[in-house]
């Protein structure tokens, strides 16, 4: 099941993907959450309805409504760094014993196919094609052979990264949260429809041509051992979401470097998940403001 959030008619809730339509689930049960995360922490209960309203729900064009962040304000949006074995070997890299965690701040998530702001501050602006994982059961050490239950489904990230504000600093939250630099979507594929997360080719293209191709197999810590590792420091609650890694070809490991300019057309495809696609626009000046 692909379980979107959309805005239609200035209303924004959730609804399901099927092909190129989209069931308004909440169109003929209003008690079904408008809101991702009130949905996931209902759990089977939550489901239940979903199917339940399935069967009649009104379907509308998905090119008619605007798809949103699947998830618009998780509680935690973490994400690992130098967790693929190609990426490592590329970048001739110690294979890390220990997950290199961090967050992105949740103000950086933007929608699935909407700019992405190269900064105005920085041209150093790159792309980090990724999977993500939303949790949908709250959870405390989970063990690892147990991780899997707690994720909802999968995302397509792009963990985009100013890079020259990396090198400035050897705290990474700041350079990966700027403004709209979180896009993910375009939906929840459940995880009932992934049999297996190490198994999914990964591309990203940029203006069409393919700059990173790889597969979840290539990870070092898998999405059951990260859930396990972050799991036994934080309490995991539905609507967080991880993002896993990137692989080789981002556009720092170019020489000369290859970063995102305004004109481009960044898009980051898993074979299943489907994928998300963002123009790069320079920073508008409306972002320039103190309120009131
Ligand atoms: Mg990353």
Redesign the pocket.
């Known amino acids: 099941m692909k379980l979107a959030t959309f805005t239609e008619g200035g209303r924004t809730r959730i609804g399901v993907v099927e092909d190129d339509r989209i069931a308004d689930v909440s169109a003929v049960d209003p008690s079904i959450p408008a809101d991702m995360t009130a949905f996931l922490k209902l759990g089977p209960a939550g489901r239940a309805a979903l199917d339940r309203a399935l069967a009649s729900a009104p379907r509308r064009p998905l090119a008619e409504v605007r798809l949103e962040a699947p998830v618009l304000r998780p509680g935690k949006f973490l ?1 690992v ?1 130098l967790n693929f074995a190609d990426h490592i070997k590329e970048l001739g890299a110690a294979t890390p014993a220990f997950p290199s965690t961090f967050a992105k701040t949740t103000s950086c998530i933007n929608g699935p196919y909407d700019p992405v702001h190269r900064p105005r501050v920085s041209d150093t602006l790159d792309y ?1 094609g ?1 999977l993500g994982m939303v949790i949908g059961r709250r959870c405390r050490h989970v063990p690892k052979e147990r991780a899997l239950e707690v994720v909802a489904g999968y995302v397509v990230v792009n ?1 985009l990264t100013v890079r020259e504000w990396v090198n400035l600093t050897p705290q990474v939250v700041i350079p990966k949260s700027f403004d709209t630099t979180g896009p993910f979507g375009p939906w929840i594929t459940t995880a009932d429809a992934v049999p297996d997360p190490q198994a999914l080719a990964i591309r990203t293209t940029v203006n069409g041509e393919i700059r990173q191709s790889s597969s979840t197999a290539e990870m070092i810590f898998g999405c059951a051992d990260l859930i396990a590792l972050l799991s036994q420091a934080v309490t995991l609650e539905p609507g967080d979401v991880i ?1 896993t ?2 692989p080789p070809g981002v556009g720092e490991g170019f020489a000369p470097k290859r970063y995102l300019q305004p004109g481009d057309v960044v898009r980051v495809e898993i074979d299943g998940l489907g994928h998300i696609e963002n123009p790069v626009i320079a920073e508008p000046q409306a972002t320039c403001f103190i309120e009131d």
Do not use: F, I, K
């Open positions: 994400a760094g980090e990724e963990d993002t890694g990137t």
